[in-house]
C-alpha cells in the first residue's frame, strides 16, 4: 500500500500540473522582466520619459473628448459610431469656413440656420412644424442663427464660428438620426453600424470637396496667447536635474489650452447627464428604449438629441484638436486611435472614457520613446485594447453582460 | 429677322472656331516632334491609377490630377496630339492595395499604351504584372524595388521614373552635406525619418544600405535606425521620434515624406527648443510649395515659418523661377483656371510636364508607326500603337518635358538621367527682389483666417547633374 502511494506521489503527469498558477507566475515573470528593462531604458533617458509622461497625458485628453463622443452615441442607442472621426472633420471645417472667411453666400446661411430650425423643432415628428408655437421657434432660431452667423466684424468671428460650427454640428447629429438611422430602427444593430461606415466614407469625400486636401490650421488660441502673453511653448528647465542634450521639458500652449477645455468640456457632459432632465431621460432610454417609452418618455427625440450632441462632441473635439494640430483628412484618424480609449473604458461610461483617452495617450507616448520609433503610436493602443478585452472584456469600467440563454 | 438671327448664330458659332485657328501650334519654348500623322478626331487617354482621396497621397495627386486637366485643355485647344483629343481617365484607390489591383485591372480593359502611376507603393506591387501584360508605366520618382524588384539587381521592367529615385536623393545630398563643412559641420550625422505603415514604400525609399554606405564613405554618419510615423503624427508625437535621433547626436534630419512630413517635423524641432542646432533636409516632395502653406501659422523666433532655410532636392522647375517660360505660362493657366493654393503644389507643375510628355511620346510614336506599316487613318495608326511601341519610343527619344528637366531612358535604364540638384527654401522679401530676413520684412499676403501666407522661394544651391546611382551594385562603378 505504501509502496503505491509513493508511485502515486512521482507519477508525472501534465493533467496534475496547476496551469493557472504557472501561468500566474510565468506572467509575473516576464512582467519583472518587462519592468527591469523598462528601468534601464528610463535611466538611458529620464527627461524623455518624463516628457512623454506631460505629453502622453495631454494627447490623451483629445483622446478622452472623442471617446465620450462615440460613448455617447453607444450609450444611447447601442451602435458604435464608426463616423465620428468624419464627423469631426466637416463640423471643424465648418466652424474653420466661419472664422476665416465673410464672403459667404446668404442662401447657404439661411439654409443651414433653417433646415437646423426646422429639423430641430421636428426632432420627434414631422407634423411637429405644423403647431403654430414650434413655427414660430423655428423660425425666430432661424433669425437669431442667421445673425449671429454673419456678424460683420473681424472681432467678432470667434462668435460667428461658435455659432456658425454648432449650428452646422447640430445639423449634421440631427441629419444622420432622422434620414439614416431612424429608418433604420428596428433592424439588426449591424445594420446601423454599416450605415455609420457609409457616412463616414460620405463626410469624408464631402469635405475634400468643399475644403480641398491641404491641412488648414485653426488659429483660434494665438489671439488668447498674445491676449495672456503666454508664449507657443512653455519650457520648464531640467538642466540642473537631468543632464541631456535636450535640457528643458517643453509643453505645448495650444495642447495645454486644448486639454483644459476638453476636461471642462467632460465636466459639463458628465453634469447633463447626471442633473438634466434630458440627460437622465437618454440614461433611461438607454437602458431600455421600450420601457422609457411606456413612461412617457419620447424616444425618438431624445435619439435624434443624442446624435445632435455627440455631433457637439465632435466639433469640440476637432476643433480643439485643429487648433494645436491643424484641420485636414487625417483627423478621422484620431477618432480609431479613441476607439481603444473606449473599450478600454468601456463602452457605457463616459468616466471609462475619460480615463481610457489618458491611458491610450499615455502608453503611445511612453512606447514611442522607449522603443524609438512610432511603435507606441502604430501599435500601443491596440496592443493596450487586447489585454484589455482579454482579461475584462467590459472594459474597465463598463457594465457586465448577463444574457439569459 | 429670322434670317439675320440665324446669321448671327452662325457668325457666334464660328467665333470660337476661328479664335481656335489663332490659337492652333504650341509656342516656341515647347519644341515637339513635327507632326508626319494627321489624327484628328482621335483621343489619346492619359490613365492615372493612384491614390486620390487618402491623406496619404491626395496633397499630390489632386493638384497633379488638375495639372492634367489644365494642361490637357491648353494642349487640346493648341492642336492636341497631331490634332489627337487629350482626355485623362483616374482610378482612385485609396491607397488600398487591394484597389490598386482592381483599377489596374479595369484600367487594362482600355488596353492602354501608357500608364501613370504616383506611388512607390503602387509600383513596387503592379511591377510583374506590367511585365507581363506589357504596359509602360511613367512615375516621378520611385523607390529601387519599384523600378529593379526586390533584390534591385532585376534589369527587366516596365516602369519609368523620370525624376531621380529617393535613394539617389538622399545620396545627392550626403554629397551636399559632406561638401559643405562650413555648414553643416566636419562630423555631420543625418538622422533619417520617413513615412512609415502603409507609406513605407516611400518613406523608407531612400534608406538603403547602399545609401548609407555612399553617405558614410563620403564622412557624413547615417544614425543606424529610421523614424517612421504616420501622415497624422502630430508635432508633438514626432518631438520623441526627433528627440530619439537627437541623443544619438544627430545634427541633421532628413525627412523622406510628402510636404506635411517636414513641417511637422519642423515644429517638433522647435517645440523641443533645437532649432538653431538641427538643419532640416527633405525629398523633392517636401520641398513642394505647399510647405509654405502648411506652415503659415507656425513661425520660428524670427518670423518666418519654421521650414525657411530647409535643404532638398529639385530635380525640376518650380514655381518662383519665373525667368522660364514654361513656368510663366504655367502661372499664367493656373490663373486663368482660378487654380488656389492648394492646387499650385509641384504636381501640378508636373501634370503639365507629363500632358507635354504625351503629346512628344504619341507623336514620336505615331509617325514611326505609321512609316513602319505604312498607315495613313488616324483611328489605325493609334490601333497599332501598344506597349511595346510606346515603350521602344521611350528608351530610344531622350526629350525634355517642357524644358523643364531632362528624361532620358535610353540606353534601356528605367531610372531616367536623373538629373538633381540641391536647393533651400526661403521665404520672398516685401518688395520681392530677394530673401526674407525676418518676419518683419517679409512679404506676406493675409489669407483673412488670422495667418497669413509667406510666399515660397528656392535657392539653388547645386547646378542641374547626375545623382550617385543607389541601386545594388552601382557603387562599384562610382
Known amino acids: ?405 | 429677322m429670322r434670317k439675320i438671327t440665324l446669321l448671327l448664330i452662325v457668325l457666334l458659332l464660328a467665333l470660337p472656331v476661328a479664335a481656335q485657328d489663332d490659337e492652333m501650334g504650341l509656342p516656341d519654348f515647347l519644341p515637339h516632334t513635327e507632326c508626319e500623322v494627321d489624327l484628328s478626331g482621335q483621343t489619346i487617354t492619359i490613365y492615372h491609377l493612384g491614390d486620390v482621396s487618402s491623406p496619404g497621397y491626395s496633397p499630390i495627386t489632386l493638384p497633379l490630377l488638375a495639372g492634367i486637366a489644365d494642361a490637357a485643355a491648353y494642349y487640346n485647344a493648341h492642336g492636341g496630339v497631331c490634332g489627337a483629343e487629350i482626355t485623362q481617365v483616374n482610378f482612385d484607390t485609396g491607397g488600398d492595395p487591394a484597389q490598386t489591383s482592381v483599377g489596374y485591372e479595369q484600367l487594362k480593359e482600355n488596353d492602354p499604351d501608357l500608364l501613370v502611376l504616383y506611388s512607390s507603393q503602387d509600383s513596387e506591387l503592379l511591377r510583374p504584372t506590367l511585365i507581363e501584360d506589357q504596359i509602360p508605366v511613367i512615375i516621378s520618382a520611385g523607390s529601387i524595388p519599384g523600378l529593379y524588384g526586390e533584390s534591385g539587381m532585376e534589369l527587366d521592367g516596365w516602369i519609368y521614373a523620370t525624376n531621380p529615385l529617393y535613394a539617389d536623393q538622399f545620396a545627392d545630398f550626403c554629397d551636399f552635406v559632406a561638401d559643405n563643412p562650413d555648414t553643416f559641420g566636419e562630423e555631420p550625422v543625418i538622422g533619417y525619418m520617413g513615412w512609415g505603415g502603409p507609406f513605407a514604400a516611400f518613406g523608407l525609399a531612400a534608406f538603403t544600405d547602399e545609401t548609407i554606405a555612399h553617405c558614410e564613405m563620403n564622412g557624413v554618419d547615417i544614425i543606424d535606425e529610421a523614424q517612421t510615423f504616420l501622415p497624422t503624427a502630430t508635432a508633438e508625437e514626432l518631438a520623441t521620434l526627433v528627440e530619439n535621433l537627437v541623443l544619438e547626436d544627430a545634427t541633421i534630419i532628413y525627412v523622406n515624406a510628402l510636404a506635411t512630413g517636414p513641417v511637422r517635423v519642423a515644429e517638433a524641432i522647435e517645440f523641443i527648443g533645437l532649432s538653431d542646432e538641427l538643419e532640416l533636409a527633405t525629398v523633392n516632395w517636401g520641398m513642394d510649395s505647399s510647405v509654405a502653406l502648411l506652415s503659415r501659422a507656425s513661425l520660428g523666433e524670427d518670423g518666418l515659418p519654421l521650414v525657411n532655410g530647409m535643404y532638398g532636392s529639385m530635380p525640376f522647375g518650380w514655381w518662383t523661377e519665373t525667368d522660364d517660360p514654361a513656368i510663366q505660362l504655367i502661372t499664367a493657366e493656373a490663373d486663368a483656371n482660378e487654380r488656389d493654393l492648394t492646387v499650385r503644389g509641384i504636381s501640378y507643375i508636373l501634370g503639365w510636364t507629363l500632358v507635354d510628355s504625351y503629346v512628344e511620346l504619341y507623336t514620336v510614336t505615331a509617325n514611326r508607326i505609321a512609316e513602319e506599316q505604312g498607315l495613313t487613318d488616324g483611328g489605325e495608326i493609334l490601333e497599332a500603337i501598344d506597349g511595346v511601341a510606346m515603350r521602344e519610343t521611350i528608351e530610344n527619344h531622350a526629350f525634355e518635358p517642357m524644358g523643364l528637366f531632362l528624361q532620358d531612358f535610353e540606353g534601356g535604364t528605367r531610372r531616367s538621367v536623373a538629373n538633381n540638384r540641391i536647393v533651400q527654401l526661403r521665404f520672398a522679401n516685401a518688395t520681392m527682389d530677394g530673401i526674407a530676413t525676418s518676419g518683419d520684412d517679409a512679404l506676406k499676403i493675409d489669407l483673412g483666417d488670422g495667418t497669413n501666407y509667406y510666399p515660397p522661394v528656392i535657392i539653388q544651391l547645386t547646378e542641374f547633374g547626375p545623382a550617385p546611382d543607389m541601386r545594388p551594385g552601382m557603387m562599384d562603378e562610382e
Open chain 1, 1 to 405: 500500500m505504501a509502496t503505491n502511494v509513493s508511485t502515486q506521489k512521482t507519477r508525472f503527469s501534465l493533467q496534475n500540473l496547476n496551469w493557472q498558477q504557472i501561468w500566474k507566475w510565468t506572467l509575473m515573470g516576464l512582467a519583472v522582466i518587462f519592468l527591469m528593462w523598462l528601468g534601464a531604458r528610463i535611466d538611458e533617458n529620464p527627461r524623455g520619459f518624463l516628457q512623454a509622461t506631460v505629453s502622453g497625458v495631454l494627447v490623451g485628453g483629445i483622446y478622452s473628448l472623442v471617446a465620450v463622443g462615440i460613448v455617447m452615441i453607444n450609450k444611447a442607442s447601442g451602435i458604435f459610431n464608426f463616423a465620428h472621426g468624419a464627423m469631426m472633420l466637416v463640423s471643424a471645417f465648418i466652424f474653420f469656413s466661419f472664422y476665416t472667411t465673410q464672403n459667404y453666400s446668404m442662401v447657404a446661411v439661411i439654409l443651414l440656420a433653417g433646415v437646423t430650425s426646422l429639423l430641430f423643432v421636428a426632432m420627434n415628428n414631422w407634423r411637429d412644424i405644423l403647431i403654430p408655437r414650434n413655427a414660430l421657434i423655428a423660425l425666430l432660431m432661424t433669425g437669431v442663427l442667421v445673425v449671429l452667423m454673419t456678424l460683420p466684424r473681424d472681432d467678432l468671428r470667434l462668435i460667428r464660428a461658435l455659432v456658425g460650427g454648432t449650428t452646422g454640428a447640430v445639423l449634421i447629429g440631427l441629419m444622420i438620426e432622422r434620414f439614416s438611422i431612424r429608418p433604420l430602427m428596428g433592424q439588426p444593430i449591424f445594420t446601423m453600424i454599416l450605415m455609420t461606415l457609409a457616412l463616414d466614407s460620405l463626410f469624408k469625400g464631402v469635405s475634400q470637396m468643399l475644403w480641398g486636401s491641404i491641412d488648414q490650421k485653426l488659429t483660434i488660441f494665438s489671439g488668447l496667447q498674445a491676449t495672456l502673453n503666454i508664449p507657443a511653448t512653455i519650457r520648464i528647465d531640467t538642466s540642473a536635474i537631468i543632464e541631456s542634450r535636450i535640457s528643458t521639458i517643453n509643453i505645448q500652449t495650444d495642447t495645454v489650452l486644448a486639454f483644459i477645455l476638453s476636461v471642462a468640456a467632460y465636466v459639463a457632459f458628465a453634469l447633463f447627464f447626471q442633473y438634466t432632465n434630458i440627460g437622465l431621460a437618454m440614461r433611461a432610454t438607454s437602458e431600455n428604449q421600450r420601457l422609457a417609452q411606456s413612461v412617457g418618455l419620447r424616444v425618438r427625440a431624445i435619439l435624434a438629441a443624442a446624435w445632435a450632441i455627440a455631433a457637439l462632441l465632435a466639433l469640440t473635439a476637432g476643433v480643439l484638436y485643429g487648433a494645436g494640430n491643424g484641420i485636414g483628412k487625417n483627423m478621422p484618424d484620431l477618432a480609431i486611435r479613441a476607439f481603444p480609449a473606449v473599450l478600454l473604458g468601456g463602452l457605457e461610461s463616459i468616466g471609462g472614457a475619460m480615463i481610457g483617452g489618458i491611458v491610450i495617450g499615455l502608453a503611445q507616448t511612453w512606447a514611442d520613446s522607449l522603443f524609438g520609433s512610432d511603435a507606441g503610436t502604430q501599435l500601443a493602443p491596440y496592443v493596450i485594447l487586447m489585454i484589455v478585452l482579454i482579461v475584462r472584456p467590459d472594459g474597465l469600467f463598463g457594465q457586465k453582460r448577463i444574457e439569459r440563454i
